[in-house]
């Protein structure tokens, strides 16, 4: 039984010296029938382990309510690593940040009013017993002291850059044990955040992407014996909309992955394969202005986001070889892809028209957040009455965080969180207007104080200085696939084109499946689903310009596309391609 020791001179399985060598794949990032083809890469590489995180917030949509299935099947993921021959560490969290939205902590939280995430709180701690209570039994068969892979479980994550209480960990600590958790437990944290981050009786493993040798010293100065291990060592970085795509050179990032394990240390690359923010997972961050991430999570990792080997697979080979077994043979070829060509868009129905088909409305006083709805995902559509004719201005105190303004229907405008922008002016052009306000939810923020991020319009929303008397609140989550199936599709009038957001829908032949990117040049921000698969969103300022497609979406024979664009679209058609455009990189 694999059995992993924390000894004064490194760690030791099964009573022998033993360096974890892993890569992370997070299991939620990749279609479930593609984790065995990620898995086995990674044991050609050379690694003996992987490393996933565990988003609550899929797992938990609504409190008491625990998924394990489909691509949740966080036990037969772990089998399947197990069969591979890979051990595993496990980062339930609760919190992970890992760019993924709210980082991993489920919204229904935030409907608590006041309530202090990551805290010893006692509403957030029955919330974490409650989670911990679902997820672990089925796991604890997997666990390395009972014959399984999961070799260690990671405390919390980078908390040292959060807060300062060692008694909220120990509490995490005591959950994790007391619900079943018998293997070590690790924190990990950047070399600054090590004192703040750590808790006695814990390992404590250190985060970095470049200069090894300080931040293993800095590791080494607080923890004066034991293992040396990098948890997340940072070889690419992620996107956000409106910047370049970030890459990292495979000579640099290897002779990095060289100096640690020279060092005697072992290592957790971060990311082995980052895979795919799909639907609207992807996470933001705020560190004074407001910035969401792309659908891709590529990372520049070893894996690309098709699951093909870049050139940091072949340098860090190498340098694997070095140090213990490489399974012989060539690094494995990409994968086949799809030239599918132009597809067409031949039907259309208008959001704002089929809104009542796709969520039923809340009547207020005043506008409700996502959380007060209920809601994870997706839009609010709010709308109310406008009582007099001539020159408006909407104020609003909070736009969490793009607002599509219409009145009658008509697009008057757009309020972006992330630039600051809380007023629009506009015309009424008769008493009793409808005013109706999209609100996307462009991403929860996954890093700092602001995890407290609630969706919506939020605080005072005035009308010329005044308060609407009444509003309704439209919960638009579009998560399901049956929301699409109640949409009203109709022919495509190009002499009546739809005004404002609408969905366009196409249909294709594919003789047989392979992965592909789908572009959407002329296209300017959106979603795409394909056979009620969510690929996630698209907007026109880049960096990235294509949506991943993994095989296993498609099917041989008709294949059905649907896009909500929310804004008008210079083409009616999309393009499924054999390669990936990611954008731009910085000079």
């Not at 051990?87 to 939280?109: D, H, K, N, T």
């Not at 208008?350 to 709805?373: I, W, Y």
């Not at 696939?481 to 032949?509: E, K, N, Q, S, W």
Request: with cysteine; aromatic share 8%.
């Amino acid at each position: 039984m694999p059995r992993l020791e924390i000894a004064a001179d490194g760690f030791r399985l099964d009573d022998r010296p033993f360096r974890i060598v892993s890569g992370a794949l997070h299991y939620f990032r990749v279609h479930p029938e593609q984790w065995a083809d990620r898995l086995h890469k990674a044991r050609l590489l050379g690694l003996n382990t992987v490393e996933t995180y565990v988003p609550w917030n899929l797992h938990a949509p609504r409190r008491r309510e625990f998924r394990l299935d489909g691509g949740l099947d966080l036990p037969r993921f772990l089998d399947l690593a197990a069969a591979e021959g890979l051990y595993v560490l496990l980062r339930p969290g609760p919190y992970i940040c890992a760019e993924w939205e709210g980082g991993g902590l489920p919204p229904w939280l935030l409907a608590e009013e006041g309530i202090a995430l990551r805290s010893r709180d006692p509403r957030f701690l029955r919330a974490v017993d409650e989670y911990l209570g679902a997820l672990l039994p089925p796991l604890l068969s997997r666990l390395g002291s009972r014959g399984g892979p999961v070799l260690a479980v990671q405390l919390e994550n980078e908390y040292g850059a959060y807060g300062q209480d060692p008694g909220y960990l120990a509490e995490l600590a005591g959950l994790l044990r007391r619900h079943g958790v018998d293997v070590p437990l690790f924190t990990c944290d950047q070399p600054a955040d090590l004192a703040r981050g750590s808790l006695e009786g814990v390992l404590s493993t250190v985060n970095l992407g470049s200069k090894v040798e300080a931040g293993l010293t800095e590791l080494r100065a607080h923890l004066p014996e034991g293992p040396l291990m990098c948890s997340e060592f940072w070889i690419g970085w992620f996107d956000r909309w409106g910047g370049p795509h970030t890459v990292r050179g495979a000579e640099d990032a290897a002779a990095d992955l060289d100096r640690l394990l020279a060092a005697g240390a072992s290592v957790n690359i971060y990311m082995f394969h980052g895979g795919t923010n799909f639907g609207f997972t992807n996470g933001a961050n705020d560190k004074g202005t407001y910035r969401p991430t792309v659908t891709s999570y590529d990372y520049d990792a070893l894996l690309d986001e098709a699951g093909d080997p870049t050139a940091k697979y072949t340098a860090f080979r190498e340098v694997l070889a070095k140090y213990g077994p490489v399974p012989e043979g060539p690094v494995p070829a990409p994968g086949a892809k799809l030239d599918h060509g132009t597809i067409e868009l031949t039907h259309s129905a208008p959001l704002l028209e089929c809104a009542d088909l796709l969520g039923g409305p809340v009547e207020g006083d005043r506008p409700l957040t996502m959380e007060q709805l209920g809601q994870d995902f997706g839009f609010v559509l709010y709308e109310t009455r406008l009582a007099a004719h001539g020159p408006a201005v909407l104020s609003v105190q909070d736009v969490r965080d793009r607002a599509q303004v219409f009145v009658d229907g008509q697009p008057v405008g757009v309020l972006e969180r992330e630039n600051h922008e809380h007023a629009l002016a506009f015309t009424v052009p008769r008493p009793g207007a409808r005013l109706s306000v999209l609100v996307e939810n462009q991403g929860r923020v996954n890093y700092g104080p602001g995890i407290h991020d609630r969706k919506g319009l939020l605080g005072r929303v005035l009308v010329n200085g005044r308060a609407p008397e009444r509003w309704t609140s439209r919960a638009l989550p579009l998560d399901d696939p049956a929301d699409l199936a109640a949409v009203p599709f109709g022919a495509f009038d190009p002499m009546a084109p739809p005004v404002g957001p609408a969905f366009h829908r196409g249909y294709t032949d594919i003789e047989e499946p392979a992965d592909g990117f789908l572009a959407l040049p002329g296209w300017t921000k959106g979603s795409v689903w394909i056979n009620g698969f969510a690929l996630g969103r698209y907007w026109s300022r880049g960096a990235q310009a294509t949506l991943y497609v993994p095989a296993p979406v498609l099917r041989a024979g008709r294949n059905e596309i649907t896009v909500l664009e929310l804004h008008a679209s210079a083409t009616r058609t999309v393009e499924l391609r054999d390669r990936p455009d990611l954008g731009r990189t910085e000079d």
